[in-house]
């Protein structure tokens, strides 16, 4: 299953789709997210929302990954300000997910649809100990590329 999305090969795009519509499956329904994401296929984008709003916790992160990097704002973002607006730590899901890995990807849709509005409530997850601190840093510079100050 990862080396189909470790492949080029847009072939393997109807073959993740049918993973990714398996909701009963997670695991592999979120590595079919991402493999989605990294070959660009925006035809997933029906079977990505709708991972995003029936799949399990990190399978929903990988999913709301995917939708921003291709622009779709709504669904990512809603679902980014819900799990940073979640009190910290926490374990997630049954697998106890740390809730730090949740919020780096929630950070990672910011980066890729936020905008200066944002930048305040993301700085204040600088230094917060984790890998989160760098994936925030990164968030900032991407909005601020894409937003420079007038």
Same mark, same amino acid.
């Given at each position: 299953m990862t080396a189909l999305g470790g492949c080029a090969d847009t072939n393997a795009v109807p073959i993740l789709i049918t993973y990714l519509q398996d909701l009963s499956h997670p695991g592999p329904a979120g590595v079919a997210a991402e493999a989605l994401e990294k070959l660009g296929a925006r035809e997933a984008i029906p079977q990505l929302i709708q991972a995003v709003r029936g799949c399990d916790p990190l399978c929903t992160a990988r999913a709301a990954s995917a939708l921003s990097s291709f622009g779709e704002k709504q669904v990512s973002r809603e679902w980014a300000a819900n799990v940073l607006a979640r009190p910290e730590p926490t374990k997630i899901d049954v697998r106890s997910v740390p809730d730090w890995m949740f919020r780096q990807y929630a950070v990672r849709v910011f980066g890729d649809i936020g905008?200066? $509005?944002?930048?305040?409530?993301? $700085? $204040?997850?600088?230094?917060d100990g984790t890998v989160v601190s760098l994936e925030v840093r990164k968030a900032i510079a991407a909005i601020e590329a894409r937003e420079p100050k007038q």
């Open positions: 905008t200066r $509005a944002d930048i305040p409530a993301l $700085a $204040a997850m600088k230094n």
